[in-house]
Nanobody, 124 residues
Framework: QVQLIESGGTLVQDGGRLRLSCAFS????????MGWFRQVPGKEREFVAA????????LYADSVKGRFSISRDNTKNTLSLQMHSLRPDDTAVYYC?????????????????WGQGTQVTVSS
């Protein structure tokens, strides 16, 4: 079974930078597109970014476009999210997801497997 474990979440100041990681195991990493979602209490899980199996295709939510960068390392079975210019409204639990969708756009609807999440808190 595919397992995903996020790491890297912490407290960071307004305007700061942070890199999140997601370790993939239990399957063939390149069978999956990958994505990042986030969720705050009382709100629905929100799409953040997606990347196709090769890393050549990426997609970002408007709220993070120009500030976040998604990448993957297919030699290490890892997914990353590089965040800068962080704002307090970026505060959330961040989840990675693995998707069997063929097109990167389809990852925006959610994946097939999910990690447990990592907390990012941006101080105001």
């Amino acid at each position: 079974q595919v397992q995903l474990i996020e790491s890297g979440g912490t407290l960071v100041q307004d305007g700061g930078r942070l890199r999140l990681s997601c370790a993939f195991s239990g399957g063939t990493f390149t069978d999956y597109g990958m994505g990042w979602f986030r969720q705050v209490p009382g709100k629905e899980r929100e799409f953040v970014a997606a990347i196709n199996w090769s890393g050549a295709g990426v997609l970002y939510a408007d709220s993070v476009k120009g500030r976040f960068s998604i990448s993957r390392d297919n030699t290490k079975n890892t997914l990353s999210l590089q965040m800068h210019s962080l704002r307090p409204d970026d505060t959330a639990v961040y989840y990675c997801t693995a998707s069997r969708a063929i097109f990167v756009q389809d990852i925006e609807r959610g994946g097939d497997y999910w990690g447990q999440g990592t907390q990012v808190t941006v101080s105001s």
